[in-house]
């Protein structure tokens, strides 16, 4: 009987680093839900180079972006509103929010002329 009495508290604390990992998983998943909801938006200033309103894709060289570790650089960007691209044209100095998509690719969710 007396043996009884140490194993049992013994099997019992085996079980516990099980349920912590679980516990910690499930916290974890809580965690990264919130993160996907909250996008994280970068903020540049560039030009335009080209731009194809019925793609929604706009080329441009932009200057550094500190937030994404990016130096100045010239890309294509997808945007995320085709409309958005109507009021620039190639040549334009530009000011323009970009967001990382699900899938890893950029995408600009706001361009406007520079002031």
């Known amino acids: 009987m007396k043996k ?5 508290p013994a099997l019992a604390l085996l079980g516990l680093p099980a349920y912590a990992d ?3 998983d499930h916290m974890a998943g809580m965690v990264m839900g919130a993160t996907k909801a ?3 938006t970068h903020k540049g200033q560039g030009t335009v180079n080209k731009l ?4 929604g894709t706009v080329n441009l060289t ?3 972006i500190k937030s994404l570790g990016w130096s100045g650089m010239t890309m ?3 945007v995320k509103n085709k409309a958005t691209l109507d009021k620039i044209k190639p040549g334009t100095k530009v000011d323009f ?4 998509e699900a899938d890893g690719t950029f995408v600009i969710t706001r361009i406007i002329p520079a002031k």
């Not at 009884?4 to 049992?8: N, P």
């Not at 194809?52 to 793609?55: E, K, N, S, T």
């Not at 929010?97 to 990382?100: A, G, S, Y």
């Open 76 to 78: 294509d960007f997808k």
């Open 52 to 55: 194809d309103v019925l793609a």
């Open 62 to 64: 932009h200057d550094p």
């Open 38 to 40: 909250q996008a994280v």
């Open 22 to 24: 679980n516990t910690h």
């Open 97 to 100: 929010e970009v967001t990382k």
């Open 4 to 8: 009884m009495s140490y194993i049992l």
